[in-house]
Antibody, heavy 112, light 111 residues
Framework: EVQLVESGGDLVQPGGSLRLSCVVS????????MYWFRQPPGKGLVWVSR???????IYADSVKGRFTISRDDAKNTLYLQMNSLRGEDTAVYYC??????WGQGTMVTVSS | DVVMTQSPLSLTVALGQPASISCRSS???????????LSWFQQRPGQSPRRLIY???NRNSGVPDRFSGSGSGTDFTLKISRVEADDVGVYYC????????FGQGTKLEIK
């Protein structure tokens, strides 16, 4: 059974940093594209970043240069390093595999 | 950027009745490989999104055949043949032909 479990969400001040984790099980990382999406409170879904099987990555313009997606195959964990956080980054963050499997989400709040 | 526009944004349907949601893109979603990368997601209250339909009309494993997708180019539709109580939630279309963009969401409620 495929499972994805996010963690790391927290309350952080503007300009701060946070690292989200997504522990996966039931499949091999390298065979799939992995994603981070986010959903601001009461709003719709937004794509954030994609990690390809070969380790290359792409980012939405709104987070480019501030966020970094990566993975640790030995730990079966996907990461999202978020720097220079802004109020508009406040959202529930979801990791997903190929759009078919999603985690439960982790809440990030950026506020002073 | 490709803009996805859904309508209606809110839908109230009686149990057992059909429901239809429209999704229009600001440019064609036909990719260079000939495929059209348009998906539909359901998000029940308090839950993570769940993909129902991919590439316009293909149902994900485990999705009831009450759900169907159709369309081409820039105009797409999600239909629920007979609405059940379990269908309450927000429905999103998403294109991944030109990066990734979601529609605003359509909230489905039961009458």
């Amino acid at each position: 059974e495929v499972q994805l479990v996010e963690s790391g969400g927290d309350l952080v001040q503007p300009g701060g940093s946070l690292r989200l984790s997504c522990v996966v099980s039931g499949f091999t990382f390298g065979n799939h594209w992995m994603y981070w999406f986010r959903q601001p409170p009461g709003k719709g879904l937004v794509w954030v970043s994609r990690l390809n099987g070969d380790g290359s990555a792409i980012y939405a313009d709104s987070v480019k240069g501030r966020f970094t997606i990566s993975r640790d195959d030995a730990k079966n964990t996907l990461y999202l390093q978020m720097n220079s956080l802004r109020g508009e980054d406040t959202a529930v963050y979801y990791c997903a595999r190929d759009f078919s499997d999603w985690g439960q989400g982790t809440m990030v709040t950026v506020s002073s | 950027d490709v803009v996805m526009t859904q309508s209606p944004l809110s839908l109230t349907v009686a149990l057992g009745q059909p429901a239809s949601i429209s999704c229009r893109s600001s440019q064609s979603l036909v990719y260079s490989d000939g495929n059209t990368y348009l998906s539909w997601f359901q998000q029940r209250p308090g839950q993570s999104p769940r993909r129902l339909i991919y590439q316009v009309s293909n149902r994900n494993s485990g999705v009831p055949d009450r759900f169907s997708g159709s369309g081409s180019g820039t105009d797409f539709t999600l239909k629920i043949s007979r609405v059940e109580a379990d269908d309450v939630g927000v429905y999103y279309c998403m294109q991944n032909t030109h990066w990734y963009t979601f529609g605003q969401g359509t909230k489905l409620e039961i009458k």
